[in-house]
T-cell receptor
Framework: QKEVEQNSGPLSVPEGAIASLNCTYS??????FFWYRQYSGKSPELIMS????GDKEDGRFTAQLNKASQYVSLLIRDSQPSDSATYLCAVNEGGGSNYKLTFGKGTLLTVNP | GAGVSQSPSNKVTEKGKDVELRCDPI?????LYWYRQSLGQGLEFLIYFQGNSAPDKSGLPSDRFSAERTGGSVSTLTIQRTQQEDSAVYLC?????????????FGPGTRLTVL
């Protein structure tokens, strides 16, 4: 059973702070890692993808991957109230079904003005 | 360009009725996926289509669920004899190609309520 675990939250940070979201996964064969943002009542929106160990930055977002530790994280710098949402970590399945994504249950982030 | 579209956006049905949910992927995307998101649960993979290959139906929860994809584009998910536990948001996603590196983009979903 492939598992993706996220810090349970909810996570509350003040506006302008750094929000740190964490995710661990069980499948050592996983090669692709994604972060989705889901506003209440809406569908998931892809915000970051990462495939190699290290950091990947896109604007205020930085994804970090450590395959040896089976750990992926998302940092949001200068958090804004509009960042308040549930963040979903998704990991692909290793092997022949690598198109399949396993999602964590999400971390609810609230950014307080 | 246009994203993934789904219809209807909401569907309320009575237990025992059949329902059909439709998904139109992003133009040019060859891979299509159906997921289900239940209250308090994560996204659950249901089925995957890639081109003319046989679909991966391994996530379908029962034989009441079926899906088809016509002409490599539009897909329909059918749930027969609906049950209350089928109530959920059904999400469709598409990606440019198959393979794990391909980013999946979601449609707005269909919220299904079975009374």
């Amino acid at each position: 059973q492939k598992e993706v675990e996220q810090n349970s939250g909810p996570l509350s940070v003040p506006e302008g702070a750094i929000a740190s979201l964490n995710c661990t996964y069980s499948d050592r064969g996983s090669q692709s890692f994604f972060w989705y943002r889901q506003y209440s009542g809406k569908s998931p929106e892809l915000i970051m993808s990462i495939y190699s160990n290290g950091d990947k930055e896109d604007g205020r977002f930085t994804a970090q991957l450590n395959k040896a530790s089976q750990y992926v994280s998302l940092l949001i710098r200068d958090s804004q109230p509009s960042d308040s949402a549930t963040y979903l970590c998704a990991v692909n399945e290793g092997g022949g079904s690598n198109y399949k994504l396993t999602f964590g249950k999400g971390t609810l982030l609230t950014v307080n003005p | 360009g246009a994203g993934v579209s789904q219809s209807p956006s909401n569907k309320v049905t009575e237990k025992g009725k059949d329902v059909e949910l439709r998904c139109d992927p992003i133009s040019g995307h060859t891979a299509l996926y159906w997921y289900r998101q239940s209250l308090g649960q994560g996204l659950e993979f249901l089925i995957y289509f890639q081109g003319n290959s046989a679909p991966d139906k391994s996530g379908l929860p029962s034989d009441r669920f079926s899906a088809e994809r016509t002409g490599g584009s539009v897909s329909t998910l059918t749930i027969q004899r609906t049950q209350q536990e089928d109530s959920a948001v059904y999400l469709c996603a598409s990606s440019l190609n198959s393979g794990g590196a391909n980013e999946q983009f979601f449609g707005p979903g269909t919220r299904l309520t079975v009374l």
